[in-house]
């Protein structure tokens, strides 16, 4: 066990654990933040996806001692109203059916838009590659992501 202190949503935060535990379920089991999901454990899925230091990276399997000294975001701090374009432009749009997927196809395509704000559809089929939505609602992820970029 070590001690490792962690920038999450903001705040700086300190957690004891093994230095392999995946960040994933530190945010989840030790910080309550539930909003990332896990789906396959593999980093195959992304209903994991955080960012870290504003990258879209798979949580799952990304230990705890490579993540200490960098600034972690998860969904519960893309906004703290709702009001992240992208998550304004998925209510919209009305993407999710069970949601499950929801959260890391948000987190992924915010990063997309934070580093290329106006993506064709080439960019966002490359960003948003490994995201599996099992309802398959990939037409209207799209549709969101591009009116997320008007705004």
Not at 1 to 7: E, V, Y
Not at 66 to 94: C, R
Not at 103 to 113: D, E, H, N
Request: charged share 20%; with cysteine; hydrophobic share 40%.
């Amino acid at each position: 066990m070590a001690i490792f202190n962690l920038k999450v949503n903001g705040k700086k935060l300190q957690v004891d654990v093994d230095g392999s535990t995946p960040i994933l379920w530190v945010l989840r089991d030790h910080f309550k933040l539930l909003g990332t999901k896990f789906g396959c454990g593999m980093a195959q899925c992304g209903a994991c996806t955080i960012h870290l230091d504003g990258e879209a990276v798979r949580s799952c399997s990304l230990p705890i001692s490579v993540v200490q000294d960098s600034n972690i975001t998860t969904i519960e701090g893309l906004s703290e109203d709702g009001e992240h374009p992208v998550q304004k432009a998925w209510l919209d749009i009305d993407v999710p059916q069970c949601g499950y997927c929801q959260v890391g196809q948000i987190m992924t395509a915010s990063a997309l838009l934070e580093r290329n704000p106006n993506p064709t559809d080439e960019d966002i089929d490359i960003a948003m590659n490994g995201n599996i939505c099992r309802c398959g609602t990939y037409v209207r992820i799209k549709e969101a992501i591009k009116a997320a970029a008007k705004n």
